[in-house]
């Protein structure tokens, strides 16, 4: 199996269920993973994933969203990414940094 992935894509949303960080923008790190199919028929864009715009659909979609749980963010940009782009699967990965008090991150994974 063959991926087109963009790893480590900067995102901000507000997100948390503590009142100090809905009131701030968070930082999450994304790791969009889409599978492919090669070798494609045409040298054309229209034969695969345009993974800029898949990019720029995920940094525009973040800043317009407030979510309480990580979970929830993640299962919607999965969904929205699938039902934008005609995806049969996507496999992503959410960081988001000082989560906790350990000054370290969470992540959490998820392939619909």
């Known amino acids: 199996m063959s991926y087109i992935t963009i790893p480590n894509l900067i995102c901000f949303t507000k997100i948390g269920t503590k009142s100090f960080e809905q009131s701030k923008i ?9 599978p492919i199919v090669l070798p494609i028929k045409d040298d054309k864009i229209d034969n695969t994933v345009d993974y800029e715009a898949v990019a720029n659909f995920a940094l525009s ?18 969904t929205e990414l699938k039902k934008s782009f005609k995806l049969d699967s996507v496999i992503i990965k959410v960081q988001k940094t000082y989560a906790i008090n350990l000054q370290s991150h969470v992540e959490i994974d998820i392939t619909i």
């Open 26 to 34: 968070s930082k999450l790190i994304v790791d969009i993973k889409i």
């Open 61 to 78: 979609w973040s800043k317009s969203k407030s979510y309480n749980l990580l979970e929830t963010y993640i299962y919607e940009l999965a």
